[in-house]
């Protein structure tokens, strides 16, 4: 099977516009005069260019096979991604400003790619990555006269046993994708970052914390984050690793 994208552009939104449009899309490849005809559609089942009514409009146009060979799908894909949300949500949590759960905390990461500047992102990360690669394995030993440090070096110290935390030496940092639960690819990748870069972005997000004041709204999802991260941190953990071995990083 050979998918290709012929055209991305508006179409006016009646059954007769996109009807036209998918005509003018068809010429692109109907080279020395050989004419293409579809054998089926799949398409929201609202608005126009829909349905029945654009494959009786592609039939006027002669785009068609015969009618009565002619496959109609209403939304077929997306109500079998529909049908894993279910269980997903059950192993990783539903998302919410008041949740705090695994798939929070990837939304929470997605989020501060919005609200701060990339590249002072990537240098945060990059400092966060050399202070983890330095205290993943035997763990830190804080500033004894500094509460903070000391309650962070603590919890640092616990979550790190979780799992088997090794360097991961300098990266190139992407953004995360957006974790939506339609979109199982993005929720995978998503995912994945959450459980390699764990660590990572604990230290991250106490970094930003302690350089924003207290009220600044990116520090409101830091603060969440952190939590998410910090205080139940078993939890989000536990539901990384299931969704990963049960293959939602996989999913297309």
């Not at 179409?11 to 692109?28: D, G, M, V, W």
């Not at 894909?77 to 539903?94: D, K, M, R, V, Y």
């Not at 603060?223 to 690793?241: E, G, I, P, R």
Request: hydrophobic fraction near 40%; aromatic fraction near 8%.
């Amino acid at each position: 099977m050979r998918v290709q994208t012929l055209d991305v552009d508006a179409s006016l939104a009646t059954t007769e516009a996109c009807a036209q449009a998918i005509k003018a899309s068809l010429k692109k490849v109907s080279l020395g005069g050989r004419k293409i005809v579809l054998k089926g559609q799949t398409t929201d089942s609202g608005g126009g260019g829909v349905l029945d009514k654009l494959a009786d409009a592609l039939e006027v146009l002669g785009l068609t096979v015969v009618r009565e060979e002619y496959l109609v799908g209403a939304c077929a894909i997306h109500c079998l991604q529909l049908q894993l949300s279910g269980p997903t949500n059950a192993l990783i949590g539903e998302g919410g400003v008041d949740k705090r759960n695994a798939i929070q905390m990837l939304n929470c990461v997605y989020s501060l790619q919005g609200y701060m500047d990339w590249k002072v992102i990537v240098a945060l990360m990059n400092k966060a990555q050399e202070w983890v690669d330095k205290y993943c394995e035997n763990g830190y030993v804080p500033d004894p006269n500094d509460p903070g440090d000391v309650q962070f070096a603590e919890k640092f110290n616990t979550v790190r046993k979780f799992r088997e935390f090794t360097p991961i030496g300098k990266q190139d940092w992407k953004r995360i994708k957006q974790c939506v639960l339609t979109r199982w690819q993005y929720t995978g990748e998503a995912i994945q970052y959450g459980y390699e870069y764990y660590l990572v972005l604990l230290k991250f997000s106490q970094m930003c914390i302690n350089a924003k004041e207290s009220n600044n709204k990116i520090n409101k999802v830091l603060v969440t984050c952190k939590f998410c991260l910090l205080s139940h941190s078993s939890t989000v953990m536990s539901a990384l690793s299931s969704a990963l071995k049960r293959g939602t990083s996989r999913s297309t």
